[in-house]
């Protein structure tokens, strides 16, 4: 993959081997991934706080008539807590050189992860130059093992976004994205009748404010005393200080009722928007070109392995399952035995080091005893 700029951030491309299988998305089967050479490799980001920029060309083909299928494996080892993992597919005009946030890219897919807000999974399609993000939310794995990610975009404009091959979101794209608009719009032309009531409670008129519960917010405290090196003259003339009034109860308010004449959400009437033209083409993109890793990390470590690019959703799944899945338990299995045996480090090193204290202490009781009675000895011979 030919690097960017990437703000000086080194990606280590580890065991990964990029390979090109044939034409791309043509009658035979093709796919763009990373081979692994040994038991596990993959692509990983080495410095903290640093820009990524990495991206591999391949053959231009159109996805024109066919399903896409991108898919790679992403792996939060350092248990990421603000970093992309995304990864986008761009043209073939792309200036690889220069690859940076800024360059336009057709599809951006991935976890995204930063802070306890933002755990999720970015799909934004490029149309017509303007990137367009999915409007259901996708949460994105935020555990340290190794995940797999799926985008299926299909010639009848629905997609599906599967994470560990199962599916996480599914739908239309002109539904979810906004792609175009709407088809439906309200007529303008009519308005709500004026008695219609959509307040669903209402002021209790039988609620009287009581006569005791103006209070002003803020009173002086008669307890306070002129501080005796007050000068009236330096300090201008004295009063008492003012503090919160324990009866003050804020502004009064109606208790709520509910509205006996409430008729619901006014119904505005439909018609078709005169300004929606259908596009039955916003899934496909020509000159696909490129794959890519545009990534901003606060912690590094994220490990990139197993690209795919197909137009055959049943081999990525069967890709999926022997990449990902024959290692996703020997992972979780290691993770476990990494885990005690770490537990057992500590437990040794915290046995030690009671241990030492304990010797420590017992010497020192020791010195002490043997003090008292060199002491003691000494007070025998001045007697």
Request: aromatic fraction near 12%.
């Given at each position: 993959m030919a690097a960017g700029p990437g703000g000086g951030g080194a990606l280590r491309q580890g065991l990964g081997m990029l390979l090109l299988l044939g034409a791309l998305l043509g009658a035979a089967q093709a796919a763009v991934y990373f081979q692994e050479q040994f038991l596990d490799g993959g692509l990983q980001t080495s410095e903290n706080s640093k820009f990524y920029a990495i991206s591999s060309r391949f053959k231009p083909f159109s996805n024109k008539g066919k399903t896409l299928v991108i898919q790679y494996t992403v792996k939060h080892e350092q248990k990421i807590d603000c970093g992309g993992g995304y990864i986008k597919i761009f043209s073939s005009d792309l200036d690889q050189k220069n690859l940076s946030g800024d360059s336009r890219y057709y599809i951006m897919f991935g976890p995204d992860i930063c802070g306890s807000e933002t755990k999720k999974v970015h799909v934004i399609l490029n149309y017509k130059n303007k990137p367009h993000p999915i409007k259901k939310p996708i949460r994105c794995k935020v555990d340290g093992y190794t995940h797999l990610y799926t985008l299926i975009i299909r010639p009848d404009q629905t997609y599906k976004v599967k994470i560990d091959n199962e599916v996480a979101a599914s739908g239309n794209l002109e539904d979810d994205l906004d792609f175009?608009?709407?088809r439906k719009i309200n007529d303008p032309a009519v308005k709500k009748p004026h008695d219609w009531d959509d307040r669903i409670q209402i002021d209790d008129p039988n609620d009287i404010k009581p006569e005791d519960w103006d209070e002003p917010e803020y009173i002086m405290d008669t307890s306070a005393e002129k501080p005796e090196d007050w000068n009236d003259s330096v300090n201008g003339k004295w009063s008492?200080?003012?503090i919160k009034n324990p009866l003050y109860r804020g502004e009064w308010q109606p208790r709520q009722i509910d509205n006996p004449n409430y008729r619901g959400?006014?119904?505005h009437p439909k018609i078709d928007n005169p300004n929606y033209s259908p596009d039955y083409n916003i899934y496909s993109f020509e000159n696909i070109s490129i794959i890519g890793l545009d990534i901003w990390q606060v912690r590094a470590g994220t490990i990139f392995d197993n690209f795919l690019i197909t137009d055959d959703e049943d081999y990525a799944e069967d890709?999926?399952?022997e990449t990902w899945?024959?290692?996703k338990d020997p992972e979780k299995e290691?993770?476990?035995r990494q885990t005690e045996?770490?537990?057992e480090r500590e437990r040794v090193i915290e046995e030690k080091y009671f241990e030492q204290r304990f010797k420590k202490k017992i010497k020192e009781k020791?010195?002490?005893?043997?003090d008292r009675v060199m002491r003691s000895s000494i007070k025998k011979e001045e007697l």
């Open positions: 175009l608009p709407p008492y200080p003012m959400v006014w119904p890709f999926g399952d899945g024959e290692t290691m993770n476990i045996e770490e537990q020791r010195k002490s005893q043997r």
